[in-house]
C-alpha cells in the first residue's frame, strides 16, 4: 500500500510526506473493505498515521487519497468530497485555493460588462460637462464683450447729445445778445490800401495770398471786381474764412465742403466722397455748409443739426428738390459708414426759404452765396440787399487777403 502511495504520489507530480500510515477508524470510508483483524503480536505493524498534505493544507487519509470519487482526474487537481472534510479545489499548475464561497463571490461576466458600461458612461458624462462648460464660458465672454461695446457706443451718444444740447442752449442764449453784422460799412485806411494793391497793375498769375491749401492769385482777386462771376477758389476760399471764424468764436460748430463736393456727390455717390470726412465728423458739429455750383449759378446749401434742418439758400429764389434729398441720403450714408449706426431722420424737415435777400441782375449770385454762408455761421437775420454788392466785394477782397473776416 506504501509503494501504491508514493507511486500515485510521484504521478501527481508531488512526494507525499512520511511512508507509514495509522488508519484511523473515524476517518475510514466505509465503502472501502475492512483489513483483516490481526491476531497475532508479531504480526503487528504500527500503521500509517493521517497524512499532512502540505501543498492541499488539509488532513487527508490514503483511503481518501486512493478512492477514484475522490481524485477524479489527476489533469484537473484533487478533489476531497467522501470524508466529509471542507471541500476544497487546488490548481495543480499554480497551487492557488480557493473556497466555493470565494468562488461564488467571483464577479460574473455580466457584472463586468454592466461595471464597464457604468464607467463609460461616467466618462462620457464629465466629457460632456466639460464640453457645457466651455460653452458656458464661451457665451459669457461674448456676452460681456457686446455688453462693453453696447457701453461705449451708448457713452459715446450720450455724449454727443449732450454736447449738441450744450451748444444748442449757447445758441439761445447768444441769439438774444449778437447783434447784426456790419459788412457794409465803409472801409478803413488800412483796408483801402489793401485793396488797392489788388487793383494796381500786376502779373495776373501772381499769388497774393495763400491759406486752406488754395492759391489765391490777382487774377482770382480781379473777379470781385465789378459784375464779374466769382469762380471757385474766391467761394472756396471765403468759406474756410467763414469756418475758422466760427472756430475762433466758439459760437456754432461750423465744417464747410468746397464746391466740388456736391457735384461728385451726384455724379459718383456717396462712395465718390466717402474719404472726404476720413478726419472729420460732420455728426460733431452744429451747422455744415456746402457752396453748390449748378453751371453757372451759385447757391448755398447747409446742413443743421441744431435745427435739424436740409437748408437751402437761392438769391434767385429757386428751389431744388435733389439736392435736398441728395444730402438727406449722404447724411444716412455717413452714419452707417463711419457710427456703424442708422440716422434718424424723424423731425427733420427741407427749408428752402423765398423771402431772402435775392439778386436783381445776373452776376452777383456768387457773392450772394458768400454772404449766406457767413450770416448763417452765426445764426443772424439777413441785412442784407443787391444794393450792397458792390461794397461787400470790396470787403471780400480785404479779408481774403488779410485771411481774416472783419
Given at each position: 500500500m506504501c509503494a501504491c502511495l508514493t507511486h500515485v504520489s510521484r504521478s501527481h507530480g508531488r512526494a507525499l510526506v512520511g511512508s507509514r500510515y495509522d488508519y484511523a477508524t473515524s476517518c475510514t470510508p466505509t465503502h472501502l473493505p475492512q483489513p483483516?483483524?490481526?491476531?497475532?503480536?508479531?504480526?503487528?505493524?504500527?500503521?500509517?498515521?493521517p497524512l499532512l498534505a502540505k501543498d492541499m493544507k488539509l488532513q487527508v487519509s490514503p483511503c481518501d487519497l486512493l478512492s477514484p470519487v475522490a481524485w477524479g482526474s489527476l489533469g484537473q487537481?484533487?478533489?476531497?468530497?467522501?470524508?466529509?472534510?471542507?471541500?476544497?479545489?487546488?490548481?495543480?499548475?499554480?497551487?492557488?485555493?480557493?473556497?466555493?464561497?470565494?468562488?461564488?463571490?467571483?464577479?460574473?461576466?455580466?457584472?463586468?460588462?454592466?461595471?464597464?458600461?457604468?464607467?463609460q458612461w461616467l466618462e462620457d458624462l464629465k466629457m460632456d460637462h466639460?464640453?457645457?462648460?466651455?460653452?458656458i464660458s464661451a457665451n459669457l465672454e461674448l456676452a460681456s464683450q457686446q455688453y462693453q461695446q453696447d457701453a461705449k457706443k451708448r457713452m459715446q451718444?450720450?455724449?454727443v447729445i449732450a454736447e449738441r444740447l450744450k451748444r444748442e442752449l449757447t445758441l439761445m442764449t447768444l441769439q438774444d445778445t449778437s447783434v447784426e453784422e456790419e459788412i457794409c460799412k465803409e472801409l478803413t485806411a488800412a483796408q483801402q490800401k489793401t485793396l488797392a494793391m489788388v487793383l494796381r497793375r500786376g502779373p495776373l498769375d501772381e499769388c497774393l495770398v495763400e491759406g486752406f491749401g488754395l492759391r489765391i492769385?490777382?487774377?482770382?482777386?480781379?473777379?470781385?471786381?465789378?459784375?464779374?462771376?466769382?469762380?471757385?477758389?474766391?467761394?472756396?476760399?471765403?468759406?474756410?474764412l467763414v469756418a475758422a471764424r466760427s472756430t475762433s468764436d466758439g459760437r456754432i460748430k461750423v465744417h464747410v465742403f468746397n464746391s466740388f463736393f456736391y457735384s461728385k456727390l451726384?455724379?459718383?455717390?456717396?462712395?465718390?466722397?466717402?474719404?472726404?470726412?476720413?478726419?472729420?465728423?460732420?455728426?460733431?458739429?452744429?451747422?455744415?455748409?456746402?457752396?453748390?455750383?449748378?453751371?453757372?449759378?451759385?447757391c448755398c446749401a447747409a446742413i443743421n443739426f441744431g435745427k435739424k434742418q436740409i437748408q437751402y439758400y437761392d438769391s434767385l429764389r429757386g428751389s431744388n428738390a435733389q439736392c435736398l434729398d441728395t444730402l438727406k441720403q449722404y447724411i444716412v450714408s455717413e452714419s452707417k459708414d463711419k457710427k456703424q449706426q442708422d440716422y434718424d431722420l424723424s423731425g427733420w424737415t427741407d427749408y428752402s426759404p423765398k423771402?431772402?435777400?435775392?439778386?436783381?441782375?445776373?452776376?452777383?449770385?456768387?457773392?450772394?452765396?458768400?454772404?449766406?454762408?457767413?450770416?448763417?455761421?452765426r445764426d443772424i437775420r439777413?441785412?442784407?440787399?443787391?444794393?450792397?454788392?458792390?461794397?461787400?466785394?470790396q470787403h471780400m477782397i480785404c479779408e481774403i487777403v488779410e485771411m481774416k473776416l472783419f
Open positions: 483483516s483483524p490481526i491476531t497475532s503480536s508479531t504480526q503487528t505493524r504500527s500503521l500509517p498515521r487537481g484533487l478533489r476531497v468530497s467522501q470524508t466529509g472534510h471542507p471541500r476544497l479545489v487546488m490548481q495543480r499548475s499554480t497551487g492557488v485555493q480557493t473556497s466555493p464561497e470565494k468562488a461564488a463571490n467571483r464577479p460574473s461576466l455580466t457584472r463586468v460588462m454592466e461595471a464597464e458600461k457604468s464607467r466639460k464640453h457645457r462648460m466651455q460653452y451718444t450720450e455724449d492769385s490777382r487774377a482770382d482777386l480781379h473777379t470781385l471786381i465789378g459784375l464779374t462771376w466769382l469762380n471757385d477758389e474766391i467761394v472756396n476760399f471765403y468759406y474756410n451726384i455724379q459718383a455717390g456717396y462712395a465718390g466722397v466717402r474719404r472726404w470726412t476720413k478726419k472729420v465728423d460732420i455728426f460733431a458739429h452744429d451747422l455744415v455748409l456746402l457752396p453748390i455750383h449748378l453751371g453757372a449759378h451759385w423771402n431772402i435777400p435775392h439778386q436783381t441782375n445776373s452776376s452777383d449770385c456768387g457773392v450772394f452765396s458768400c454772404v449766406y454762408a457767413r450770416y448763417l455761421s439777413f441785412d442784407f440787399s443787391q444794393a450792397d454788392m458792390p461794397a461787400i466785394r
